[in-house]
């Protein structure tokens, strides 16, 4: 949640069940998000309890495979998603409204079936937060619209798992051929530019040649996720098992951890001079937000994932109004300045769990930021923001188009540093895309919260989000002829009432 937030205090563990006010005491943001915080806990873990991971109610089961609605035709290749309501890990999910698999209101990335093949439809579902920017009804005109606060969104998407059955002769090859043809296309360049550098002697050609690099390696990324690198793929060929088995492996899926400290103090060789304690050198209060940006694995060459960094957990941001040449138009462009790293992406990729794109600012006049790079603009994304991070380059640490490498290094070596004594180190694994971290800094105590185990070293933990909940739907086969799917099994739980009201009395 990239809101301008005290702290985030919530932690199941401590089994609080509320929070108590009292009189003539500060009233903090902390205190009241972790109430919210508690009451939705207790409400999840009580519809769990009852119902499982996953079910529906019997009279208004959600997500199951339906027939078109009045004015509509059903699609080679597509397919109609039922309305009503589900449970997944005790969130509500609800769609409002039947609607087509390739037309989700919060999916653009949804693309044909295969005619011939089967597939199981299962439910992508997470928590995002959403500002004024995404929602400007969130602001009191009366007021003269201010921000205040914020809300948190149910997420949710229908997707689908191949499990099996190859193309019928004569039918047209999938929309991904094309993709998997560029990215050979591209890996083929990359290896070509590699070897160029390699036997290249003149600094100034082997920068550019580096510069080709990175950018093609970015290129291969976004094109690779385009092809399900979000979500973690499943094995190749699943032409058997239970719908509950070829989720499996979203289920099990995990993200690399990261930990944090702050730097250790040099050992004094004189006796009578005591070492500098290790502190928090910073002059402000702060909510640091370390976040993933390119999804990747640390083991596999040319894959290598990105994160960015914010001391005010990503909360500096505007609306994107446009861009002329070098310069951006934004709706303030208060907490900006020269040399800052800004994240400019709409509401699309964040649905498609992709990353923005980064520029560094070269000016700022009024509402107008001058950037190099210039990011692409589109007219037609959804509510196109701009985000400021606060991650900089320095003698030991090179960007990759602005953003950290995640490198994975062993033991106690390898600490990347943050600002202000604080340092941060990630094991080897997988990351994703938004997955990120959070911790506090306090000015009167120079410590950040981070927890340790017995032998005092800062504590590997996984990410704090984005946590994503799966729940198997229904399995289908798409076919050639109308109405161009059938179902083969309803792979979702359904429960009755717990009483018997009659309504008529």
Known sequence: ??????????????????????????????????QAAISRHLMRTLVVDLFGRRAGPEANCGFGLSGAPDGQKP?????????????????????????????????????????????????????????????????????????????VKTTWQVKVIDAGGPPK???????????????AALEAKLEELVKA???????????????????????????????????????????????????????DWKSGRMRARLEPSEVEETPCVLPPESRYRGLENHLYRIEVHDSGDTSVAGAAPTFKWSRENGSVAARWLGVTGATVRLSSTR???VDDWVEFSSEDDELLGSP?????????????????????????????????????????????????????????????EIEDGIEVQFENGQYRSGDYWLLTARVLTGQIDWPVNASGSATWMAPDGITHHYAELFMLESTAAAPFVSLLKDCRCKFARLACIDDAK
């Open 1 to 34: 949640m990239k809101g301008d937030f005290s702290r985030q205090r919530f932690n199941p563990e401590r089994h609080y069940n509320r929070v108590l006010r009292q009189q003539g005491r500060v009233d903090l943001d902390a205190d009241w998000n972790e």
């Open 75 to 151: 699609q080679v290749g597509d397919f109609f998603i039922g309305e009503g309501r589900y449970y997944v890990d005790g969130l509500l999910v609800e769609n409002a409204g039947t609607c087509a698999f390739t037309a989700q209101p919060e999916w653009p990335g949804a693309v044909k079936l295969t005619a011939g093949h089967s597939y199981l439809a299962y439910l992508d579902v997470w928590e995002r937060h959403v500002t004024w920017i995404e929602d400007d009804g969130i602001r009191e005109v009366a007021l003269g619209g201010p921000d205040t606060a914020t809300r």
């Open 169 to 183: 002769g004569g039918e047209a090859p999938p929309k991904d051929e094309d993709t998997k043809k560029k990215i």
């Open 197 to 251: 550098l390699d036997a290249e002697r003149d600094a100034a050609a082997q920068a550019a040649l580096k510069k080709q690099i990175t950018a093609l390696e970015r290129e291969l990324r976004k094109l690779k996720e385009s092809l399900g690198a979000v979500d973690p793929p499943p094995p190749p060929a699943a032409p058997a098992g239970t719908c509950g088995e070829l989720l499996k492996p979203l289920r």
């Open 335 to 337: 907490g900006f300045s």
């Open 356 to 416: 923005g794109s980064f520029a560094r600012v070269l000016s700022v006049d009024g509402d107008v930021l001058t950037v190099q790079p210039a990011p692409a603009w589109n007219p037609n994304a959804a509510n196109p923001r701009a985000r400021r991070w606060d991650q900089r380059a320095n003698d030991e640490l090179a960007l990759v188009n602005g953003a950290v490498p995640l490198t994975a290094p062993s033991g106690e070596e390898g600490w990347i």
